[in-house]
């Protein structure tokens, strides 16, 4: 995997990592496909989006269909027909929030499954070879992801056994390490600056292909968690990928790539879009709203998909309303075009040195708009 | 409209409908579209099946969203973005099948809204007006449709009935016929032969553009089936199209076929699909299976659609068992393109003057596989 810095702009970065499955063009938001598909779109729509890199969980994958089967079927990206870049995460943060009777120890995470109630073990050695069955282009160790909130106690022994299993991983993935599959560390630490100084530290010193900052966006105060986005970006290598998991709303990835941010991901898009929520650089529509049963208009004039070329509100309401399948495909279509679209405008701002007048001009089109929060906390 | 029979073979007949949105080569099969969408499809993915025509219904489109808000949005072509031809039923076979305390007179069809509970009318020239709002190229008169078994008393009363409406409708479409919108009259009769030829003389009498058979379909043996569809195509005017409501299994369609009928219409393909079984030339295959689970081949090695190019049975499976929305899609367009697929075999096999040995090497490969009953009676 490389990766290259095209651009500057303040701390914000425009640049292209070289995958063993195409280039991606940072900063990049990754469409989330948990089991092996991304909620409601084909890989033609995410090509049609302008989807270069999706992610998948790990954890759903191991408990279904099973990494083996996956693996015996020619990998993931064959078994779900994308030939763009894929990342897996470790399975760490579901295992915390979805999983029952979890039981860790420094030997890994014992957990119960929430599909069929049968018991499983993940240890950093068997995260990464899971992963490695999955065959997923940028893989992660296995990682204790704390519920906000946290005392320092706890999260200083978590961040602890974190990093031990960050070296574990690295290990593991080093010695059989699959052709052209990257490694990025995770950044635990809570909310405690100096834990997450500590823990930016010993993982850059353990040595990865990239960072990721998690245990963000779970809770914590908006501003809080811009801030340590901040502070941890700022120790990150500058030559490497970042990757702030699980972010966000359109005006967290305006602020987070401002820091420094290369890489997201989150379920917003293609979740809130089956809530009948669309995105537009006006700000959310929400289609169940009566004043949209008339509306010839398309869900965002300026929009290239094919949800805008084609439909009026009017319609994609009354599907939505009468719970129609194609409802969700065409919203989850337009929405990710609307995020991968907002990635694309901020790299072409970087490039030309206008971010700052960038994010301006989208907060007070955008965020003033938004008179009701789109969306929750990260949900797993 | 315009109907020329380009080639028979036997009963059957080959033929081209041309319409105001279209030609349409017979025989035809057209998907279902309920509530202005055909379930899990979107206009792309019908154009790519080879969809010419599809079928709206108007009962539930005059309940949600309402045939007025349709029409002032441009009809219902441009309300669901389909360019090619339309056909509606009149919903007379949703009143009877779906509405609770209903009432029949003479005057029309007073029934209670599933949706909401609300009180609605729909009388003959009222389902004229809601078709000619919709803007159908192919629309229907309001007919009852009796449940199976009936008494013949019941079924003789309900005909004469059916043909008084038909006289109003037709009445009602030629004082205020919208332009190229064209209305094919319904033969019903129940099981009785002699009504049917009753319904059929009489309802050709009154004139219509082509000739609809209702009333079957409805849970009767399918030998009768067989037999009152030769009857009433035989009945009917040679040079005029032919459609058998609501049939039906691949097998019907050949069957029907061979018997002189032209059009047909059912939710078999979409709703097995959601359902997880996939049409094949070998029979259905049911993917909840588990000898699926590890499959790495495609549906069908020969179909040409999206599915089929890019996805193993095991994939498909994995997706349908975990309830995601791609599986209905996929499995939907499959099922769409093998009828399509299916009534473009017939076509050229009678073109060609060996309907006879289709129909017999059809059989030997489809229905022969056909172990277990891919479907029930017709469902509204």
């Known amino acids: 995997m490389k990766f290259e810095i095209l651009a500057r702009d303040g701390a914000a970065r425009a640049g292209r990592l070289t995958t063993a499955h195409g280039v991606v063009d940072t900063p990049v938001f990754m469409p989330v496909g948990t089991h092996g598909t991304v909620k409601g779109l084909a890989p033609d729509d995410l090509h049609a989006a302008g989807a270069q890199l999706v992610l998948a969980n790990t954890y759903h994958l191991f408990l279904k ?3 083996e089967l996956v693996r ?3 990998g993931l990206h064959r078994f ?4 763009g870049a894929i990342l897996t995460d470790s399975g760490g943060f579901q295992v915390f929030s979805l999983s029952k009777l979890r039981r860790i120890t420094d030997a890994g995470a014992e957990f119960r499954s929430p599909v069929d109630g049968s018991t499983h073990f993940l240890s950093p050695e068997i995260a990464v070879e899971v992963q490695r069955a999955l065959g997923a282009d940028i893989i992660h160790p296995l990682d204790e992801c704390l519920a906000y909130p946290a005392t320092r106690e706890t999260t200083e022994r978590s961040l602890e056994l974190t990093l031990r299993w960050a070296a574990r991983s690295k290990a593991a993935h080093v010695e059989r390490a699959a052709a052209g599959q990257a490694m990025f560390g995770i950044v635990q630490g809570g909310t405690d600056a100096a834990l997450r100084t500590r823990a930016a530290h010993a993982t850059v010193e353990l040595g990865f292909d990239g960072y990721a900052i998690g245990g963000l966006a779970v809770g914590e105060p908006k501003p809080l ?5 901040a502070l941890v970006a700022s120790l990150l290598p500058a030559s490497q990928p970042r990757y702030l998991m699980g972010v966000g ?14 890489m997201f991901d989150c379920v917003l898009p293609t979740r809130n879009a089956r809530n009948g929520q669309a995105f537009t650089a006006d700000g959310p529509v929400t289609l169940k709203q009566a004043r949209y049963a008339r509306d010839g208009a398309p869900l965002d004039a300026d929009c290239p998909c094919y949800a805008c070329r084609g439909f009026s509100r009017a319609y994609l309401r009354h599907l939505f309303m009468s719970g129609e399948l194609l409802a ?4 989850t279509l337009h929405n990710v075009t609307f995020f991968l679209g907002l990635m694309r405008a901020m790299r072409a701002a970087i490039v030309e040195g206008v971010f700052g007048a960038f994010q301006a001009r989208f907060v007070s089109r955008y965020a003033v708009s938004v008179a009701d929060d789109p969306g929750g906390p990260r949900t797993p």
Not at 80 to 83: A, F, P
Not at 249 to 262: C, I, N, Q, T, Y
Not at 328 to 331: E, F, Q
């Open 225 to 229: 968690m811009y801030e340590l986005t």
């Open 249 to 262: 709303k359109p005006e967290d990835l305006v602020e987070s790539v401002a820091r420094g941010v290369d």
């Open 80 to 83: 779900m027909s994308w030939e």
């Open 72 to 74: 015996e079927l020619g």
């Open 328 to 331: 969700y495909r065409l919203l």
């Open 65 to 67: 269909p099973g990494h």
